[in-house]
Each structure stands twice: as structure tokens, then as C-alpha cells.
């Protein structure tokens, strides 16, 4: 059985979608899910073996966080989704294999800001992941409601299939939402260890306002009624961002896919140009993202409300292995020990959740 159970910002219920029979819808692209409607699982590069996953909602239901016996019972529903239908995960590869240390990382950097210096691209988004492990598994249902425990601000989403595997995201980025004919995004760039009173420096800057613009340039293809307020520095765990909201209502001949195409990858987990951007990630990044930097949430135009953010702040679990992904964008000026400092503060987001039964 897949399941997908999320829990919106703020928010002291969470949801629970289960489909009870049969395999996620595959899709080939992001336009597909134009007249769709499910929980959505995308990967940040559409593939044969990363499709776009559509869970049908056989059921759905909304359980309380606020007690023990209710987050008891939250663990009881997911655990029997679980059990019903055996889904064989995808083992993480071995440390060695999945190339997670600096060594790595650093032959990354050198040849993404290269290409940065030598005026091939504005922005890049490198990404890395690294392998964690307890001492014995950690049920997921019990990792969701730990990240809905420390996150109060952030979407957290725990989705299972037996394609994808387990996937947990605490993310603080929208990529679409909207009830009715009203909708909304964001651009979230820009990092930094959390303060009060954040001082941006102008590498933060410029890479919030390269996201900004291309939404804008996005929406007027799409919309024209939008608006947009920012930037401003918003709270993310213990991290802080530069972010600024867009609010728009669809042109009558637009379609909500076509807009997920066009919108998906962002620069903020791609880079500029995009398209140059994605295809040089795919051919240099040294491990694969999978679902990371792609996006996941309940995706009802039509009898509800749509909720899909960009999977950050993510982990993969297989037992009691869990692969962390981070990622960050590199501009010119970029210094390598200040980016991977930002991947690792950006890790800390996930290792929390494992903290307490570290080995």
C-alpha cells in the first residue's frame, strides 16, 4: 500500500492519504498532472526509474498531534498502511559508493565554480548526501512526528511507495498553492545560520533576486494578475532565508501542469540558464538527488486545496540507514568552505530527527 501523510505549517492535525490497491499512477513529466489530482512525489530529474508518482486517495483522514494517544494513533494508521503490502526498498549504497565526504565534494565545487568563472552559468546548485545509521530502525511514522515536534514552520510529509521507497521532507519552500482561483509561490534563497537580525551580504542577494526574477518571468506567461511582497528574511529551523511571496490567480486557459513544467526545477535547487543549468547537474553532480530538490504534496485543484514544496530538508530511509541530501547555490564569488558550512547546517535539519538514537 502507498501512503503519503503530511502535516501543513502551523498546523496541529496532519493528513493521512492512503491508496489501498493497485501502484501509484507513473507520469512521464509535470504537465501530466494537469487534471490530476492525488499526493504528488516528484523527482528533481523525470525518469523511467524517478517517474512523477500520483497517489490515488482511496482514503483520507485528518488525525490530531496534540496528545500521546493521538500521535499514537497516527503511528498505528501509518504502521498498518505499511504492513499490508510488503514494498521492497531501494538499499542506500555503501559510504564508499555514494561518494558523501569532502573529497568529493570539493571535486565538485572546483569544476561547478569553473564553469561559474568562466561565464557558462549565473548560478549552479550543487548537492551532496551522506549516510547516517542507528542502532536499530526507527519507525518513519515515529521520524515524522519527531520533525513535526521541531519544525512547527515547515511542511513535513512522510510518503511511501514501492518505487520510490520511504521519503521524509521538512520543507520550508512552497512551489504551488492555492484553493479556489487563488494561488501562490515563493522564491527562497539566500542561507544563513538563524538570528535575529540577519545581515545579508550581496552573494545571498543576488541569488534570492536570480529566483525572483524567473518566477516573475514564469507567472507572466501564465497569470496576468500577480503579485509579489518581499524580500524579507524568514525563520527555517535553525537556519535563516531570503524569501519573497507571489499571489496570482491562473489565466482561464492555463493548466496547473503546465505551470508545475515550467516552474520545476527552480534556480533555487537548479541554477541559470535553467535548462543548461539541470543538464550539466545531471551529467557532473557526483551522487544522484532521486526525490530530493523535487516536490511532493496533496495536489487537488478541483475538490480541495493544492500544497506542493520543494523536497528540502530530506531524507531517504531504508532500515536503519537514512541518506541525508542537502544542497546549495554557487555563484562566482562563491568560497568553498562557506558552501559546504551551508550544506552541513542544512544536514542538521534531518540529523535531529536522529539524534537521540545515534550510534
Not at 521520524?143 to 518505487?163: E, G, Q, S
Not at 525572483?212 to 537556519?239: C, H, K, M, V, W
Request: glycine content about 6%; some cysteine.
Amino acid at each position: 500500500m502507498a501512503y503519503a501523510i503530511y502535516r501543513l505549517p502551523h498546523a496541529d492535525r496532519c493528513t493521512l492519504i492512503r491508496q489501498t490497491s493497485g501502484e501509484p499512477t507513473m507520469l512521464p513529466s509535470c504537465a501530466e498532472l494537469s487534471g490530476q489530482e492525488g499526493f504528488v512525489l516528484a523527482p528533481f530529474d523525470i525518469s523511467t526509474e524517478n517517474p512523477v508518482l500520483l497517489i490515488r486517495p482511496d482514503s483520507a483522514e485528518q488525525l490530531s498531534l496534540a496528545t500521546a494517544a493521538d500521535q499514537a494513533v497516527v503511528g498505528e494508521r501509518c504502521a498498518n498502511a505499511a504492513s499490508q503490502e510488503e514494498a521492497p526498498q531501494q538499499q542506500p549504497p555503501s559510504a564508499e559508493a555514494e561518494q558523501s565526504g569532502r573529497l568529493p565534494y570539493s571535486i565538485d565545487f572546483a569544476n561547478f565554480h569553473s564553469q561559474l568563472m568562466a561565464g557558462e552559468f549565473q548560478k549552479l546548485v550543487l548537492a551532496r548526501r551522506t549516510q547516517e545509521q542507528t542502532k536499530q530502525p526507527i519507525a518513519p511514522q515515529e521520524l515524522f512526528l519527531r520533525a513535526c515536534a521541531r519544525y512547527p514552520r515547515m511542511f513535513i510529509a512522510l510518503v511511501t511507495t514501492r518505487l520510490s521507497g520511504t521519503w521524509l521532507i521538512a520543507s520550508p519552500e512552497v512551489l504551488l498553492d492555492g484553493e479556489g482561483g487563488t494561488w501562490r509561490t515563493m522564491a527562497l534563497a539566500g542561507t544563513m545560520r538563524y538570528s535575529d537580525n540577519p545581515q545579508w551580504n550581496d552573494k545571498n542577494r543576488t541569488e534570492q533576486q536570480m529566483v525572483a526574477t524567473y518566477i516573475t518571468e514564469t507567472l507572466e506567461q501564465f497569470s496576468s494578475d500577480f503579485s509579489e511582497e518581499g524580500p524579507y528574511s524568514a525563520r527555517a529551523a535553525n537556519l535563516v532565508h531570503l524569501r519573497s511571496d507571489f499571489s496570482f490567480s491562473l489565466n482561464p486557459e492555463a493548466h496547473i501542469g503546465d505551470l508545475l513544467q515550467a516552474l520545476h526545477p527552480t534556480p533555487a535547487v537548479c541554477g541559470l540558464p535553467k535548462q543548461a543549468a539541470f543538464d550539466f547537474i545531471r551529467a557532473n553532480e557526483s551522487a544522484p538527488r532521486r526525490y530530493y530538490s523535487g516536490f511532493m504534496g496533496p495536489l487537488f485543484p478541483k475538490s480541495g486545496a493544492t500544497h506542493l514544496y520543494v523536497s528540502l530538508r530530506c531524507m531517504e530511509i531504508a532500515g536503519n540507514s537514512y541518506q541525508l541530501y542537502a544542497g546549495g547555490g554557487i555563484l562566482a564569488e562563491s568560497q568553498e568552505e562557506q558552501e559546504w558550512q551551508e550544506t552541513e547546517m542544512k544536514l542538521e535539519t534531518m540529523r535531529q530527527c536522529l539524534a537521540t538514537e545515534k550510534t
